[in-house]
């Protein structure tokens, strides 16, 4: 092959992809995260800033993951930051009986996810999400994952399991 002609081929080949990265960005559903919540019913406040630090972390850790495995294109979540603050302070998201799709609709989303880590003990733990669709306000998807031990690597671990569950779904109904 001349030099001219890999070139060619090099190029093509950078636009076929480019081509083909955009097409399955298009295709992709937006989804609004929300951040996770914590339900702790145990009296238990030792952990406290310990857990607040962890919500944080799997709330970035899945937005990452769902970006990376181009399970949905997440959006922007600060232009309805004052919606988010306001519904907020007034509700637990996951449990507001479906306000959290005015949040979805503010922010022109397919998809919005709320999720929070119920704490039944420093032992035993759930790390739960639901995904509703904006338009209809039906629940899309339900998950949860039980997780022993309240550490950063068992939550962390409780996030990459529930990940690549939604991804080899994903991957078998393709």
């Not at 709330?59 to 769902?66: D, G, M, N």
């Not at 600060?78 to 637990?92: G, K, M, T």
């Not at 338009?135 to 039980?146: C, P, R």
Request: net charge neutral; charged share 25%.
């Amino acid at each position: 092959m001349t030099r001219r002609g890999a070139c060619r081929y090099l190029l093509a080949a950078t636009m076929g992809s480019a081509l083909f990265v955009a097409a399955a960005q298009a295709s992709t559903k937006t989804i609004a995260l929300m951040k996770f919540e914590l339900v702790d019913d145990t009296g238990d406040s030792a952990s406290d800033e310990a857990q607040k630090v962890r919500l944080a972390m799997i709330s970035e850790q899945l937005r990452i993951a769902f970006t990376e495995n181009r399970l949905y294109t997440v959006v922007d979540n600060a232009p309805a930051a004052a919606l988010i603050a306001d519904l907020d302070s007034r509700f637990a998201l996951h449990d507001c009986n479906g306000c959290d799709v005015d949040i979805g609709r503010a922010l022109d989303a397919d998809r919005v996810l709320t999720a929070w880590v119920q704490k039944v003990s420093n032992l035993i733990l759930n790390i739960n999400i639901q995904i509703r669709d904006v338009k209809t306000g039906l629940i899309m998807l339900n998950k949860s994952v039980d997780i022993r031990g309240n550490t950063d690597e068992s939550w962390s671990r409780g996030i990459r399991y529930m990940v690549r569950s939604m991804v080899e779904k994903n991957q078998a109904n393709r």
